[in-house]
């Protein structure tokens, strides 16, 4: 089964359009820096799996389901498992979600500037 795409053009919340892609590179080296992996260059809008038993999705530009008050700024695919990135303080937290999630891609994979 292939991915599923939405209507919405990438964007990375809270950042100006003229510096999206810089933000978003420095948040996919982040994200995979932990698994000694690259990420792949799906741009990822959401992810839905389970946690414990319960469905859950992930957005971005909306709050995590796993870390309350904090907002999704990015969603990445790497070998293994999926990382979603939540603002953080002072660096962005991520969490780990298996490969099993179903994901919808933005609708461009390169930014609007």
């Known amino acids: 089964m292939g991915d599923s795409f939405t209507d919405l053009e990438f964007f990375v919340p809270g ?3 003229t510096k999206m892609e810089e933000v978003y ?15 792949t260059d799906k741009r990822i809008y959401s992810l839905t799996s389970t946690h414990d038993g319960k469905p859950f999705t992930d ?13 999704v700024l990015a969603i990445f695919e790497l070998p293994t498992v999926y990382i979603t ?9 991520h969490l780990s979600i298996s490969k099993s ?7 461009t994979t390169t930014p609007n500037t």
Not at 59 to 71: D, F, L, Q, Y
Not at 85 to 93: A, L, R, Y
Not at 101 to 107: E, G, R, S
């Open 15 to 17: 950042v100006h359009p």
């Open 25 to 39: 590179m420095v948040l996919k080296s982040l994200a995979g820096s932990n698994y000694s992996s690259k990420a």
């Open 59 to 71: 957005t971005v530009g909306k709050e995590s389901v796993h870390r309350k008050g904090r907002i």
């Open 85 to 93: 990135m939540v603002e953080g303080n002072p660096m962005p937290e």
């Open 101 to 107: 999630a179903t994901i919808v891609c933005f609708k």
